[in-house]
């Protein structure tokens, strides 16, 4: 089945700054969606993007699906913003089952 | 308020006794799908449903069933629970069309212990 790698694993930084997190993929997707998990667990979903680019505030994401990864950007950073970012992804192959990659662990420190 | 509920919020339970989580959304949506998630392991998903009455396998489906009687509820049955059930279970919902809007929405999460 498909496979989804997620870097960093883990990350720190200070307030204002910025970040990149990356999602990888190893086959044709239909869905790929990014969602947040904050500190008290909640699932938040953040952006649906099987390809292009999209924008939300301080977050933005791309995805580039010929080359099968996606890129979430977290501009200016707050604390607010630390918890897990996880991307899933649905295969081209239409079977409707999701596979999540195993997060990007962030921690935005004040 | 659009949402997804699930109860109950947290169980403790022992091996062996019968438990169901509930799963209820208010948006209409026809795709419903049950995750579990373990340390380091991310969400694997357990069982989805397309629409009412038509339910299939995710990734990680033994020890688990599910039902799709209604199309706001889709509720997950242990009907046998084992200590490596112990997980944190989320329940989630999309509309799946049209295509731009098929995000999942997910319900709070049910913490379950299996002693």
């Known amino acids: 089945g498909i496979q989804v790698e997620q870097s960093p694993p883990d990350l720190i930084l200070q307030e204002g700054a910025n970040s990149t997190l990356r999602c990888n993929f190893s086959?044709?997707?239909?869905?790929l969606q990014w969602f947040h998990q904050n500190p008290w667990g909640q699932l938040i979903n953040l952006f649906y993007?099987?390809?292009g680019t999209k924008q939300n505030g301080r977050l933005s994401a791309t995805t580039v699906a010929t080359e099968r990864y996606s890129l979430l950007y977290i501009s200016s950073s707050q604390t607010t913003d630390s918890g897990v970012y996880f991307c899933?992804?649905?295969?081209?192959?239409?079977?409707?089952?999701?596979?999540f990659g195993t997060g990007t662990r962030l921690k935005v420190l004040a | 308020e659009a949402q997804v509920t699930q109860n109950p919020r947290y169980l403790i339970t022992v091996t062996g006794k019968k438990l169901t989580v509930t799963c209820s959304q208010n948006?209409?949506?026809?795709?419903m799908s049950w995750y579990r998630q373990d340390p380091g392991l991310g969400l694997r998903q357990i069982y989805y449903s397309m629409n009412v009455e038509v339910t299939d396998k995710g990734d990680v489906p033994e020890g688990y069933k599910v039902s799709r009687k209604e199309k706001r509820n889709f509720p997950l049955i242990l009907e046998s629970p084992s200590p490596n059930q112990t997980s944190l279970y989320f329940c989630?919902?999309?509309?799946?069309?049209?295509?731009?809007?098929?995000?999942?929405?997910f319900g709070p999460g049910t913490r379950l212990t299996v002693l």
């Open positions: 989630a919902s999309s509309a799946r069309l049209p295509r731009s809007t098929d995000t999942q929405y």
């Open positions: 899933a992804v649905e295969g081209a192959s239409g079977t409707y089952k999701y596979i």
């Open positions: 948006m209409n949506h026809e795709y």
């Open positions: 086959d044709s997707v239909n869905n």
């Open positions: 993007i099987p390809s």
